[in-house]
């Protein structure tokens, strides 16, 4: 009883002291919360039994703290959106994470990780959006992490990605892609999409930022793979807008059905002509800055990767670079790729 009375009594004081932190940096909101896979991933790949980790130079080449398990040579969107929000560091990785710090955010994203249980599974470990759910669940559980906190907090997802490349566009084991059409697949996602997000609202998630899809047939792996290497490849692009579509009408359905959520989609299919990219500086788009070696998807071990990193949008075969990953946080931060609220407004709601 005295032992459980202690750790109820330690909590309690970490809770006020993170809050009188929280008052004094003067965050945008209290907490922070990032669920999603290798774009979002921080880290938490690092200790599983998976070729979907990162923690090896080159990556981080242009992060101060070195390889860390994010895929990419600097900052991910994530880390931006934590300095956007005021935070005076980034949001830790769930592995390794201690309970006292889901009163401040934690990321529990994992590469590979998807919509569907069996998506990336020929990669090795990787925690699924469900898991990753159940692991927020009980952090804040074990915290005492009180709701009326968690309705403030933001909450970002990116999610779905590799159930089109690790899972529809791959061969077996595979069935997805004879089992479904485009829309069927899409709709399959969505119902299973909304199941997780009433779980996450349920769990207080009010202030939510939901990521589309990319254009996946655009990136230099897909290229190679379905676009004869000759540009985007239109069939998977094509089979994602479905499901962006279908996204965005699951955040405003979130909207009308509950009258305190405030969900909002964060479009980042639209965006990528190569007209919006020459006007943002980027001039390489169709290959990557590291070295990859043929048939593989991330960079080589400290082997060469390219001096003018700013002007290219990819830094391995299918993951962006930090000056890719500024724009996207830029523009929904602003509200510029973003459809109702743009995050900076969604931190004030």
Not at 5 to 31: D, H, N, W
Not at 81 to 88: D, H, K, L, P, Y
Not at 222 to 250: Q, R, T
Request: hydrophobic letters at 40%; charged letters at 20%; proline letters at 5%.
């Amino acid at each position: 009883m005295a032992e459980a009375m202690f750790k109820t009594l330690s909590l309690v004081f970490a809770a006020t002291a993170i809050a009188t932190a929280e008052a004094a940096l003067g965050q945008r909101v209290p907490c922070y919360f990032v669920f999603g896979d290798s774009v979002f991933d921080n880290g938490n790949n690092n200790v599983l039994n998976t070729s979907a980790k990162v923690n090896y130079s080159p990556y981080g080449n242009d992060f101060a703290r070195g390889p860390t398990g994010r895929f990419s040579n600097g900052r991910n969107i994530p880390d931006i959106i934590a300095e956007q929000m005021r935070f005076s560091d980034y949001i830790p990785p769930f592995t390794g994470a201690s309970p006292e710090q889901a009163h401040t955010g934690i990321n529990y994203a994992s590469g590979g990780g998807g919509i569907r249980e069996e998506t990336s599974q020929h990669l090795g470990g990787r925690i699924s959006f469900k898991k990753q759910i159940k692991n927020h669940r009980s952090m804040i559980m074990t915290a005492k992490v009180p709701e009326e906190k968690l309705n403030k907090c933001l909450y970002t997802i990116n999610i779905g990605s590799n159930d089109y490349l690790n899972n529809y566009f791959m061969p077996a084991p595979y069935m997805t892609n004879k089992r479904f059409s485009f829309d069927e697949y899409a709709d399959s996602l969505i119902r299973s999409y909304r199941s997780h997000l009433k779980s996450l609202y349920v769990l207080g998630a009010r202030k939510v930022a939901v990521f589309g899809v990319s254009k996946l047939g655009c990136t230099p792996r897909m290229i190679a793979s379905h676009g004869g290497g000759n540009g985007c490849a239109a069939e998977v692009n094509k089979a994602v807008e479905p499901f962006n579509k279908n996204l965005k009408a699951l955040v405003y359905e979130f909207n009308r059905n509950f009258a305190d959520a405030k969900f909002t989609f964060v479009d980042l299919f639209s965006g990528q002509t190569p007209f919006a990219f020459f006007m943002l500086g980027f001039r390489v788009t169709d290959k990557s800055c590291c070295t990859v070696k043929p048939g593989e998807e991330l960079c080589a071990t400290n082997e060469p990767v390219c001096p003018a990193r700013r002007r290219y949008v990819y830094w391995d075969n299918v993951h962006s670079t930090e000056a890719a990953n500024m724009v996207v946080a830029k523009a929904a931060f602003t509200g510029l790729i973003t459809s109702p609220y743009s995050l900076s407004r969604l931190a004030r709601l």
